[in-house]
Nanobody
Framework: LVRLVESGGDSVQAGGSLRLSCVAS????????LGWFRQAPGKEREWVAL????????YYANSVKGRFTISKDNAKNTVYLQMNSLKPDDTATYYC????????????????WGQGTQVTVSS
């Protein structure tokens, strides 16, 4: 059982930046696809950015491509999401996720979820 703990959510103005962090309870390097999903009020949960098990391939939703960057530090069992040029549409609860043996884009195929961290972007 992998436990994921997110941090870094906050309220910012449009155009601002935030960095989310997620610490996993066990070594997840080269085994788990680590990533981020989000859910805005009244909307379905959607994938945002994923880091494949090859430790090279990353995936970004079109809505965040060029603004968000996912990275990981295997020595710290931590995955990050750097969010720049934030928009009000980015307002959501952000969830850290882990899945093996590879990435999935549909929430129903994700095995492990963090508790979520709130990001609010005001105009």
């Amino acid at each position: 059982l992998v436990r994921l703990v997110e941090s870094g959510g906050d309220s910012v103005q449009a155009g601002g930046s935030l960095r989310l962090s997620c610490v996993a309870s066990e070594n997840t390097d080269s085994s788990y696809c680590l990533g981020w999903f989000r859910q805005a009020p009244g909307k379905e949960r959607e994938w945002v950015a994923l880091f494949e098990i090859d430790d090279i391939t990353t995936y970004y939703a079109n809505s965040v491509k060029g603004r968000f960057t996912i990275s990981k530090d295997n020595a710290k069992n931590t995955v990050y999401l750097q969010m720049n040029s934030l928009k009000p549409d980015d307002t959501a609860t952000y969830y850290c996720t882990a899945r093996l043996p590879g990435c999935a884009f549909d929430p129903k195929f994700i095995y492990y979820w963090g508790q979520g961290t709130q990001v609010t972007v005001s105009s």
